[in-house]
């Protein structure tokens, strides 16, 4: 299932088919085996950043999800202003992808916008809008407000959003289908008229005229269930919203500001752009609603909130707090609850996040206000007594970065080494090296809004991530094993990139270690290249092959690439010499191991001078 799937899907899916039991590996495998083009990449796409708990459920058929990538394109068929388009498929590009391209007014003309890639995927392929649990609806049953899934049922007897808000309206409501069928831009900013209808406007008419904003003692998490109440409050409004802008392909999300009580949101048009009926005016509800924000965040779709403080206020600090243990070890995976004072004047939440590899979570939060968290962890909380909380900002202040430590009173287990002196070899015979980078790490934590267990669990990925690497022989490579602590002929530690290279003989065992074994809940996301050399290659020819490209050099066009091959260790010197004899830039000057050497030059002398 996983070669089947788009290779850019291949960490993901690993990370989540280790976190399911056989039965439901074996499950959630076959929906991607038996799936077909163009479907594929969006089914696995979703099964791969669906919490393992919802997968692992009653509620989850493998059917929502065939519905849910078969409806994307169904409904591009009679969306005029947007078109699906696959780049490659499963039987001719491993790398394959999709996403949408759509017309949007611009002035007097219009432009076509493609959206990125992982646009596409979060904010209109998947199946999640923010706590609901994705499923089949019965539309008339009243949703628990405790468990919200007493209305879930099977495909045959049940509803899912992206089908039931486009092709079942209730009697005496406009049918979005019908109103949405013949418009041929998304937005446009400067003018709403200058092409008649655009989809926000459409969209805005639509809701407008089936969601009364008001509430009773139901509050349904449903867009299904909502829909077919016809009333809500900012949240029910933010839910059907997202559940609209997606079904008709337009990339949407919900943001939220706990601590004042609010909740609206944003859909993509190049950037993101704030929707809350109103469109593009942010700073709305600091002007006009005198709200005076504490964290404001866009709801994704795996449960993690993304920090978009900066976009609703003028002034805003930058809050890190990290989790280290007794001794200062980091604490990747702690759960850090923010607080400030709420519409009441008691503390209310505001956000929350979990730690990294280096123990840190990092908000956005407004100015003005004090702010206290709560953190927990494998080892404990702090502070220690349930419902306490620590002050970690006085009044806060505009362009601020604020750095807060919570500690812990546990060591972390960590294995130890040291490095020691490399072995002394006679024979140097062969030459290794190895070149990585961590572009990424998994942070894991669980979601505390899910419907489906406030203790889901999630994954988010972060920029950039961080590995150890060692070189070890085979005594102490055993001794890692084993988690014991050990010695190293060569290490870097918590490195996003890095070289490490060594010189050996013919006779001894060396072992190159990429390690991440002390984190607790953070996996990286490496990608690396390892290359052996020996003193002799005897399928190289005994002599010199140099050429470059282009050939002559011209470096105002590109950077040149000069090429050689060796066929035994030995000393080597490229340089640039101009028409005259003149030596403009050496570029190799070293002992190097047989084998094939690209080199490249930028056109510039050893003076940084175009030449």
Not at 424 to 451: C, H, R, W
Request: net charge negative.
């Amino acid at each position: 299932a996983i070669k089947k799937a788009p290779t850019w899907l291949t960490n993901d899916l690993t990370i989540l088919f280790s976190h399911l039991s056989l039965e439901y590996r074996l499950k959630w495998a076959n929906a991607i085996l038996d799936a077909n083009d163009p479907y594929i990449d969006e089914i696995a796409f979703c099964i791969a950043h669906l919490s393992p708990d919802y997968l692992m459920s009653a509620y989850a058929y493998p059917q929502l999800l065939v519905d849910n990538a078969r409806l994307i394109y169904e409904h591009d068929k009679f969306l005029k202003y947007v078109e699906v388009v696959d780049f490659g498929s499963s039987s001719s590009d491993p790398d394959y992808y999709s996403t949408t391209k759509y017309r949007k007014g611009y002035v007097m003309d219009t432009m076509e916008v493609e959206v990125p890639k992982d646009i596409y995927y979060w904010y209109i392929v998947h199946p999640k809008i923010t706590d609901e649990i994705p499923a089949y609806i019965n539309p008339d049953i009243v949703e628990n407000n405790y468990s919200h899934n007493n209305n879930i049922t099977s495909p045959e007897h049940g509803y899912f959003w992206r089908d039931f808000l486009i092709n079942n309206a209730d009697p005496g409501y406009a049918n979005l289908k019908q109103l949405i069928s013949d418009v041929t831009i998304v937005w446009n900013k400067y003018s709403s008229n200058s092409f008649g209808d655009h989809a926000m406007e459409i969209l805005n008419r639509w809701q407008g005229g089936c969601i009364n904003f008001t509430s009773n003692e139901e509050r349904p998490h449903q867009p299904v269930r909502i829909y077919r109440k016809h009333i809500g409050r900012c949240g029910e409004n933010s839910d059907m919203r997202v559940a609209a802008a997606r079904s008709v392909l337009i990339p949407a999300c919900s943001v939220a500001s706990y601590s004042t009580d609010h909740v609206w949101n944003e859909f993509w048009d190049e950037r993101w752009i704030h929707w809350d009926g109103p469109v593009d005016d942010p700073y709305m509800y600091v002007n006009s609603w005198g709200k005076e924000f504490g964290s404001v965040f866009r709801w994704k779709s795996d449960g993690s909130f993304v920090p978009v403080t900066d976009r609703y206020t003028n002034d805003y600090s930058i809050l890190n707090i990290f989790a280290l243990d007794s001794v200062d070890n980091p604490i990747d995976g702690a759960q850090v609850i923010l607080y400030t004072t709420g519409l009441d004047g008691d503390n209310w939440f505001d956000t929350y996040g979990y730690t990294d590899a280096k123990g840190c979570v990092t908000f956005l939060v407004g100015t003005d206000r004090s702010y206290y968290a709560r953190m927990s962890c494998d080892y404990g909380t702090v502070p220690k007594r349930s419902g306490d909380m620590l002050r970690v900002v006085g009044e806060s202040l505009a362009d601020h970065e604020y750095n807060k430590v919570m500690q812990i009173g546990v060591q972390k287990p960590i294995v130890n080494f040291r490095d020691v002196e490399a072995p002394f070899y006679d024979n140097k015979s062969f030459y290794v090296e190895l070149d990585f980078t961590a572009p990424s790490q998994i942070v894991g934590g669980q979601d505390m809004f899910d419907d489906m267990d406030v203790n889901a669990l999630q994954f988010m990925k972060k920029q950039t991530g961080r590995a150890n690497v060692y070189i070890l022989d085979e005594s102490n490579y055993n001794l890692f094993r084993e988690g014991k602590d050990f010695f190293c002929i060569q290490s870097l530690t918590q490195r996003d990139s890095g070289h490490v290279g060594f010189e050996f003989d013919d006779d001894s065992d060396l072992y190159f270690v990429l390690d991440n074994s002390n984190s607790l809940h953070t996996v990286q996301h490496l990608s690396g290249t390892a290359q052996l050399y020996s003193a002799a290659d005897p399928s190289i020819p005994n002599v010199y092959i140099l050429q470059s490209y282009p050939n002559p050099l011209n470096p105002y066009k590109k950077n040149a690439t000069i090429s050689y091959q060796l066929p035994q260790k030995t000393s080597v010197d490229v340089s640039v010499y101009n028409l005259l004899g003149q030596k403009v830039r050496t570029l190799v000057k070293q002992d190097q191991y047989a084998g094939s050497f690209n080199v490249r030059w930028d056109g510039r002398d050893r003076k940084d001078q175009v030449v």
